[in-house]
């Protein structure tokens, strides 16, 4: 664990004017995150330096190798300001806490009526870059982050989400490339490089912060009864594999990152366990039996490795082929030879392992059988050098884990001779069978080949993925903000009797116009709610009205009306053809609306006479002609009325009464409709539980009822707005849409099945592990 540096106070580095004021406790909490921060920054940058010299040294051209010189030089000039300026988004964000402030995400806004506009392709790259290293923090420190923003919370007396902590990941990454980008930090190359570096140096180590700050809350007595994790430790950068059973709960919240009660274990503690299983067994070894050396070894294995390139055998069958080899070789020499104690252990292990892989149900059958007959190159590999078994940075080791994650999302489906994945692992298998002798070097060289093809096609399939998001989340929006407009409208027009031209002008007009500052405003903004009250005075408008305020009301309020729907259907971009029409037939209705008026007003009123309706105008004979004057009209309806008044007969408007709820124009399936007669789950239904355990990332088996084929697909997010999870394939296009419900059923009817997304060797090691102990208990 790191040594924790003296806090050191943000107040003096911030220059935010203006700002509140955070509370002690709260300021004690920011000082320890700039401390961290501090502490982290200087580490990035260190290795940016060496990771920036490595690139340039291995620059394919001058232009490039120039380019990654100037990076560096520019980051080393930067470094202070960078750092400044980091600090002080840090402090402001804690400043922003003492108040509650709403701004629209208009990055997110739907600018036309049928999808949301997509962002520019660097953005959205820097856009997935940061998704993903969200996700891999959330995966991680879930708890711990949850924990400290309730406390935080608790501090403002407000409900404070995981994105609006001012030390959630989210925040602090885009904080990050905030301040990248307005130091004219323009490569995207290098950003992206800077980007990866702040997740080591930064985001992985976030657990370390979180853990600091809830303890020092606790103790100020902050929410103490939350059930934290204990003390947090760094895991070191390169360290022996932890090994233990995954909780099906963690297994199901995505990732091997989420598991938890796991131990450190080495080759020598494998060695123990399998030595105390041997000793129990009766020995059929003469005692003057010669171990082979290990080149003989390596020239056997090479001999099989050549013989079986073409197929995978099972991993107890190496066994016996060498055992076979070893026989004959000891009847041709009269001396029996065997395997070397240290060697019969690495091949056991190895075995064990690709046991564990050809039976694995996470694997698709057919990349299964490829990565299988790497089983003696691996093997080979593990007798040569036996920190492939301790280190999870073994070039072998790391390459086996690739090409499992790779394997992970490929269906059955896929065609072998066209997709570029099965053929570049096929390339890899086959270069490892052929020209794997002795030097594992081929195994740093194969990595980082296969690491730079497999990152080029993963960097593709999540720009199209976070496309679909995009559109999904977009959609879901739109959906919702179409059912709160037909709400509002059906509350004022349903039942009623009104004018044709005003029922049109709104339902398929103005409904518009809600639709874009729904998306655009949200609903608790003055844009919304003015939107709202031009449709109620609209229908005043037109009504029968009777007193003389009504008639300087109306005077006054007739040309903002119109001022605002011309302003609204301008900034829709509705047809100004249309729209005009409309606008000249709503100028003929608020002049007979003062025609009624002037009548209602020149009439002497008797005591018998009922208040007139304020409702819509009502066909009816006229005795006599109502001439309006300029004075009592205002300005922008007196050419209409002139033209009006040079016609001898002005037909009464077209009355329509709105019986059925309104729907807007243009809707889109729905996916509710297809899922509404599904059963519906009791809210304690196990399959509703493991549908809430899920998370974005996840692997999953897909199997298609229609065709009865299988897919994999991931999660790729849960849609807030609509409460959807959306499944995309290794390409990153969308093959299943579910609501909660739907994604239950279909655990419960084994249509989709959780797939293990951890490290492949890992997993492996896992299994292996826990049968050994399994039968030393036994």
Not at 294 to 323: A, C, K
Not at 614 to 631: F, I, K, N
């Amino acid at each position: 664990m790191q040594n924790k540096a003296q806090v050191v106070p943000l107040a003096g580095r911030s220059a935010t004017s203006g700002a509140v004021q955070p509370p002690a406790l709260l300021s004690r909490v920011r000082d320890l995150a700039g401390t961290f921060v501090t502490r982290q920054l200087q580490e990035l940058f260190t290795s940016a330096d060496d990771t920036l010299f490595d690139m340039a040294d291995r620059a394919s051209s001058n232009q490039e190798q120039t380019g990654l010189f100037e990076a560096m030089r520019e980051l080393r000039l930067k470094q202070g300001v960078i750092e400044k300026l980091y600090l002080q988004q840090l402090a402001a964000g804690f400043s922003s806490l003492g108040r509650q402030v709403s701004v629209p995400n208009l990055e997110s806004v739907a600018t036309d009526r049928d999808s949301m506009t997509l962002v520019q392709n660097d953005e959205l790259e820097e856009t997935v870059a940061i998704n993903n290293m969200v996700s891999k923090v959330m995966g991680r420190d879930a708890d711990l982050l949850e924990h400290l923003s309730a406390r935080l919370g608790h501090l403002v007396q407000r409900p404070l989400e995981a994105e609006d902590n001012p030390l959630g990941p989210h925040k602090l990454s885009r904080q990050f490339l905030d301040c990248l980008n307005q130091l004219g930090f323009e490569n995207m190359q290098i950003k992206l490089i800077l980007l990866k570096l702040f997740e080591r140096s930064v985001l992985e180590d976030l657990a370390l912060l979180y853990d600091d700050s809830n303890q020092l809350l606790v103790a100020a007595g902050i929410l103490t009864n939350l059930q934290s994790r204990q003390a947090v430790k760094k895991p070191p950068r390169v360290t022996s594999r932890t090994i233990g059973a995954p909780d099906p709960d963690t297994q199901a919240a995505g990732g091997q990152a989420a598991r938890q009660g796991t131990i450190e274990i080495s080759f020598q503690d494998i060695q123990t366990l399998l030595r105390g299983l041997s000793a129990g067994q009766v020995q059929n070894t003469p005692a003057d039996a010669v171990p082979i050396s290990t080149n003989d070894l390596m020239r056997l294995l090479t001999h099989l490795q050549q013989h079986n390139s073409q197929n995978q055998p099972p991993g107890n069958l190496v066994r016996q082929q060498i055992d076979s080899i070893l026989q004959r070789a000891s009847q041709q020499s009269q001396r029996t030879r065997v395997v070397g104690e240290m060697d019969n252990d690495a091949i056991d292990l190895v075995s064990m392992l690709f046991e564990f892989i050809l039976d694995d149900r996470s694997l698709p059958d057919s990349l299964k059988a490829l990565i299988g007959r790497l089983q003696i190159p691996m093997l080979k590999v593990a007798v040569l050098d036996q920190s492939f078994f301790d280190s999870s940075s073994h070039p072998a080791r790391q390459l086996l884990n690739e090409l499992g994650t790779a394997a992970l999302g490929w269906s059955g489906k896929d065609s072998q001779q066209r997709d570029k994945l099965f053929q570049k692992m096929e390339d890899i298998v086959h270069k490892l069978l052929n020209e794997f002798t002795d030097d594992p070097v081929i195994f740093a060289d194969i990595l980082q080949e296969f690491t730079a093809f497999y990152g080029t096609e993963r960097r593709r399939s999540e720009l199209v993925e976070q496309r679909v998001k995009d559109a999904e989340e977009g959609r879901a929006r739109t959906q919702q903000a179409r059912q709160r407009i037909e709400q509002e409208l059906n509350q004022r027009l349903l039942g009623k009797t009104l004018p044709e031209t005003l029922v049109r002008l709104l339902q398929d007009n103005w409904s518009q116009v809600l639709l874009l500052r729904h998306l655009k405003y949200g609903e608790d903004t003055p844009d919304w709610r003015d939107s709202l009250q031009l449709m109620d005075d609209l229908i005043w408008s037109i009504g029968r009205h009777s007193e003389p305020a009504d008639a300087e009301r109306l005077k006054k309020l007739v040309p903002q009306l119109v001022n605002q729907l011309r302003s609204g259907f301008e900034e829709a971009a509705l047809d100004p053809f249309a729209t005009s029409m409309l606008l000249t037939q709503l100028e003929v209705l608020h002049i007979q609306a003062f025609r009624h008026l002037k009548q209602q007003l020149s009439r002497p009123q008797s005591p018998d006479d009922s208040p007139a309706a304020p409702d819509a105008p009502r066909a009816e004979a006229v005795a006599e002609p109502v001439v309006l004057t300029s004075e009592e009209l205002p300005e922008s309806l007196l050419h209409t009325a002139e033209q009006l008044a040079s016609q001898e007969d002005v037909p009464e408007p077209a009355m329509v009464e709105v019986k059925q709820d309104i729907e807007l124009p243009g809707k889109e399936k729905d996916p509710e409709d297809d899922e509404a007669g599904l059963e519906q789950l009791p809210a304690d239904d196990p399959a509703l539980k493991q549908a809430d355990r899920v998370r974005p990332g996840s692997w999953f088996e897909l199997r298609q009822q229609d065709s009865d084929s299988i897919v994999r697909c991931k999660l790729s997010a849960i849609i807030r707005a609509s409460g959807r999870y959306i499944f995309v394939n290794r390409h990153g296009m969308k093959v299943l849409d579910k609501n909660r419900n739907g994604l239950a059923l279909a655990f419960k009817q084994g249509e989709l099945r959780m797939l293990d997304d951890a490290l492949l060797f890992d997993r492996a090691l896992e299994s292996v592990v826990s049968n050994l102990r399994s039968m030393k208990d036994s």
